[in-house]
């Protein structure tokens, strides 16, 4: 186990709906990163946030937005949705300035858009 | 873009072996790499780490291999275990992107008793 949390674990939504994710990030990580990972795919990166700041985003459209509070969690919110955002979304929270810094990951959450 | 891949998609090997996993990368500018291990249904587990200033790196049961001239990493696993039958990820954090990991697309690991 990473410490890492993220909720919920499934969720079912149509396509035009809105969702938001929830992450909690390891004791003393102050750093959260949300990749988006595809069936038989490897994690393809959204955003990261540091500090309460967006520090970085992957090729995804500002539909996708983030969050992340004092206490470092975070939230990944899609608006919109469509059916291609069907995945696995995971968080993974990191220790100090972003930088190279070895990533643990939540066990994601897995979004179906019908 | 860059991207990094992997050499074979699958991978199955007899209980008590030892597996090799490859993986070549194209961004030169990466200075860190790190492999995952995926379970289904889980998020990656952290196995080993690598920084570009390194060729080898040993952990328990694990070596990860780094060659800079040809873009290739490569992870070793000892006397592998059913435990170990999972998808391995191997990603890269190239020097000017902040810590944002490229992952390459994984290989499965069939470990037969």
């Known amino acids: 186990e990473t410490g890492v949390t993220q909720s919920p674990t499934h969720l079912i939504k149509t396509r035009g709906q809105q969702v938001t994710l929830r992450c909690s990030s390891q004791?003393?990580?102050?750093?959260v990163s949300w990749y988006q990972q595809a069936l038989g795919q490897g994690p393809q990166f959204i955003f990261q946030y540091y500090r309460e700041e967006e520090n970085g985003r992957g090729n995804f459209p500002p539909r996708f937005s983030g969050l992340q509070f004092p206490n470092y969690s975070s939230e990944l919110n899609v608006n919109a949705l469509e059916l291609d955002d069907s995945a696995l979304y995971l968080c993974a929270s990191s220790r100090g300035a972003p930088g190279g810094e070895k990533l643990f990951f939540g066990s994601g959450t897995q979004l179906s858009v019908l | 873009g860059e991207s990094v891949g992997l050499h074979l998609p699958t991978l199955s090997v007899q209980e008590g072996d030892n597996s090799i996993i490859n993986c070549a990368y194209s961004n030169s500018a990466s200075d860190y790499f790190i492999w995952y291990k995926q379970e289904s249904g889980k998020g990656p587990q952290f196995i080993i780490d690598?920084?570009?200033?390194?060729d080898k790196r040993q952990g328990q049961r694990v070596t990860v291999l780094l060659n800079k001239t040809v873009k290739h990493l490569s992870l070793q696993i000892a006397a592998t275990q059913p435990g170990d039958s999972a998808v391995y990820f191997c990603?890269?954090?190239?020097?000017?992107?902040?810590?944002?990991?490229?992952f390459g697309e994984g290989t499965q690991l069939t470990v037969n008793p």
């Open positions: 004791s003393g990580h102050n750093t």
């Open positions: 690598i920084r570009s200033n390194m």
């Open positions: 990603a890269e954090n190239p020097q000017t992107s902040g810590s944002r990991l490229t």
